[in-house]
């Protein structure tokens, strides 16, 4: 038994396996992405099938196997998923944010121990719902973008590095640009829809607060073509997030 091992992880998503098993896909602290049989778990007597289901944060034990790894004990951290799945905005916000993790982790047992101290606080903050779960979402995946080294410019040109802001915006360029680079095609979006995009790539809150609400959608949208762009494919959970504008309390 010296072999076992422990890691605190959260629970991306699940598969069917067999008639009673399941395969549970973890972005964990120590070993990055990490795949691993719950032998069992979708008998009604197992001892901890509840705890191995999307948006759990655990601490959990495996044995490795000749090809995917035996969970053997789970403990739960933070049981993300009460505060998220009866709520719709919340439950596909949710399940943007563990996709774009899974797809952002595409090798298994490397470490990325800032997007998974990202996906816990992105989840932490969805099922607190003290702020609105489209805005979580696009700051989440700013930051998650700036891992990865895909960050769009924004205060800056990105083909020549001009101070901005300025007022033309290419996901194919990587971003805002000035007038000299502006490549056919760019979208316009306002000075309130760039600071938008600042405050949230740099968790400026208060700023976020001050930004008129119409600068949302048109945010939402340049965060998703910019992400889907280098991912070079569609997220399935992105179109079903639900992008409502929630008036400023007050």
């Given at each position: 038994?010296?072999?076992?091992?422990?890691?605190?992880?959260?629970?991306?998503?699940?598969?069917k396996?067999?008639?009673?098993?399941r395969?549970?896909?973890?972005?964990?602290?120590?070993?990055?992405?990490?795949?691993a049989?719950a032998?069992?778990v979708?008998?009604?007597?197992?001892?901890?099938?509840?705890?191995?289901?999307?948006?759990?944060?655990v601490d959990?034990?495996?044995?490795?196997?000749?090809?995917?790894?035996?969970?053997?004990?789970?403990?739960?951290?933070?049981?993300?998923?009460?505060?998220?799945?009866?709520?719709?905005?919340?439950?596909?916000?949710?399940?943007?944010?563990?996709?774009?993790?899974?797809?952002?982790?595409?090798?298994?047992?490397?470490?990325?121990?800032?997007?998974?101290?990202?996906?816990?606080?992105?989840?932490?903050?969805?099922?607190?719902?003290?702020?609105?779960?489209?805005?979580?979402?696009?700051?989440?995946?700013?930051?998650?973008?700036?891992?990865?080294?895909?960050?769009?410019?924004?205060n800056?040109?990105?083909?020549?590095?001009?101070?901005?802001?300025?007022?033309?915006?290419?996901?194919?360029?990587g971003?805002?640009?000035?007038?000299?680079?502006?490549?056919p095609?760019?979208?316009?979006?306002?000075?309130?829809?760039?600071?938008?995009?600042?405050?949230?790539?740099?968790?400026?809150?208060?700023?976020?607060?001050?930004i008129?609400?119409?600068?949302?959608?048109?945010?939402?949208g340049?965060?998703?073509?910019?992400?889907?762009?280098?991912?070079?494919?569609?997220?399935?959970?992105?179109?079903?997030v639900?992008r409502?504008?929630?008036?400023?309390?007050g």
């Amino acid at each position: 038994m010296a072999n076992l091992y422990r890691d605190t992880g959260i629970v991306l998503r699940v598969q069917k396996l067999g008639e009673a098993d399941r395969i549970i896909t973890f972005l964990t602290q120590r070993h990055g992405k990490l795949r691993a049989v719950a032998k069992g778990v979708r008998k009604t007597s197992s001892k901890f099938g509840a705890r191995l289901e999307p948006f759990c944060h655990v601490d959990a034990q495996f044995h490795p196997g000749r090809t995917l790894d035996i969970i053997t004990q789970v403990q739960t951290l933070d049981a993300f998923g009460v505060g998220i799945v009866n709520d719709y905005q919340r439950y596909t916000a949710a399940c943007a944010i563990v996709e774009t993790a899974d797809r952002l982790t595409a090798e298994e047992g490397e470490p990325a121990v800032r997007l998974y101290l990202l996906v816990a606080g992105a989840l932490r903050a969805l099922a607190a719902g003290d702020r609105d779960p489209s805005l979580l979402l696009d700051a989440y995946l700013m930051r998650a973008m700036a891992f990865a080294g895909w960050a769009p410019a924004i205060n800056e040109c990105a083909k020549c590095g001009d101070p901005g802001p300025h007022r033309a915006f290419s996901v194919q360029a990587g971003g805002s640009c000035c007038a000299n680079c502006r490549p056919p095609g760019s979208a316009s979006p306002s000075q309130d829809t760039l600071a938008l995009l600042s405050a949230l790539l740099h968790g400026q809150w208060h700023l976020v607060d001050e930004i008129p609400h119409l600068a949302r959608r048109d945010a939402s949208g340049l965060v998703a073509a910019h992400l889907q762009w280098h991912l070079e494919r569609q997220l399935r959970s992105l179109p079903l997030v639900e992008r409502k504008a929630q008036p400023a309390d007050g």
